[in-house]
């Protein structure tokens, strides 16, 4: 092969990975709000199947929605941010941890409550950027309220993720960082994952009990 055939080849590959790339460079390059948009309409299209939307389906539905999380929060950053100054210190196996029950409790908390959804509707109101950070203003309008509910996000490998959201002034990362800055204040790492633990305990029986 000449050196013009080469180079022909060469640049047919780099045109061919272009266009293979094309579609992962899209998501990659999706705005703050178009990736939030993105999630919630997941969701609600989950909460809407009819397939899965019978006592039968509770599981499912859990399941679905719990598969998709990865995709638009940050649960390291959120983590980290709950826990403050003292994660720095906290060795990495503990970290993963800590991850894994706080995501847990997440899970149960809220995703039960994501379940009540009544046909509410999400108004993007506008997105602030600055650097690798984000913010997006909602509203959720209900039947008779609108609530006021911010979400933060963070660029990771290019894509945006939650790592924070803001219901009504309240800020589910400064409302736990409380939470677990009085335990750490008497306790370490292990007593605030076990503490974590008992509670999702709790919740896993008290939603046993209740189906």
Known sequence: MNRKNRVQCSLAAIALCAVLLLPALAVAEMTPTETLK???????????????????????????????????????????????RPWLKMPAELQEKLVASFRKLLELTYLKQIRQYDDEKVVYK????????????????????????????????????????????????????SQFNEILHDSDTAGLIDRINERVAALEAAQNKSE
């Open 38 to 84: 993105e999630g919630v309409d997941k969701i609600i299209a989950i909460l809407k199947d009819p397939s899965v939307n019978t006592d039968d389906g509770k599981d499912k539905i859990i399941q679905k929605l719990s598969s998709m999380a990865d995709d638009y929060f940050a649960f390291e950053q959120l983590t980290m941010r709950a826990v403050g």
């Open 126 to 177: 506008r997105e602030m950027v600055k650097g690798s950070k984000a913010m997006v203003l909602t509203d959720v309008v209900a039947k008779d309220k609108v609530f006021s509910v911010n979400y933060k996000l963070v660029k990771l490998d290019g894509r945006w993720y939650v790592y924070d959201i803001i219901g009504e002034g309240i800020s589910l990362v400064k409302n736990y960082r």
